[in-house]
């Protein structure tokens, strides 16, 4: 019926069913190639920018720690995954490598101005010079989607989309600080998080 009635319907009106939209529709999981060419586009540039093929791979290597924040917000608060969260993974993909090119790239920068400079005192400036406008810019952002979040009535594409990114972007900003010098190796083992802290101190 439901398909009777969409080809007899007037231009702009369609019909579902609610189960159907539950799962989503079915031919979700073709949508999600935008993942990887979101993930290869951000490689080719990275490489541009860094003259590097492995750094612009550290840069990758963030984009499922912010996957799981948003996973974890959907199972806590057990949200449906539609098209909102389909919707905040892409977004994610692209916001959580920026605050990770911010930083190699201000680490690239004091490496080639300090060639004798050790790997983990120039991580630890690039890290002070950046971590602040980082913070604001994931906070804004994160700020920005509250209003989606809050009153009465939820909307089933903004609420997920909002939760989704608020979530994956706060495990973002927690891989920044634990995992971008893990996956960089700066140090091998002379610097670690706990560095950062006191040096921002």
Known sequence: MIDFFNKTSPLGYRAESESYRYWWG?????????????????????????????????????????????FLTFYLFKLNFDQGGFAALILLAALSV??????LNEYNNIRKANPRIKASKAYIKAWNVKVKPIFLTIASTALGFIP?????????????????????????????????????????GQAGPLDFVNASI
């Open 26 to 70: 079915e031919n979700v999981a073709s949508q999600y190639w935008l993942l990887f060419l979101i993930i290869v586009i951000i490689f080719f540039m990275s490489g541009f920018l860094f003259n590097s093929t492995t750094q612009p791979l550290v840069v990758i290597f963030i984009i499922p720690v912010s996957f799981i924040g948003l």
């Open 148 to 188: 989606f979040m809050v009153g009465e009535y939820r909307e089933a594409f903004w609420f997920p989309l909002a939760a989704g990114a608020v979530g994956g972007l706060v495990f973002s900003f927690i891989a920044l600080f634990f995992f971008l010098p893990l996956f960089m190796g700066v140090g091998k």
């Open 98 to 103: 920026n605050a990770n090119i911010y930083v």
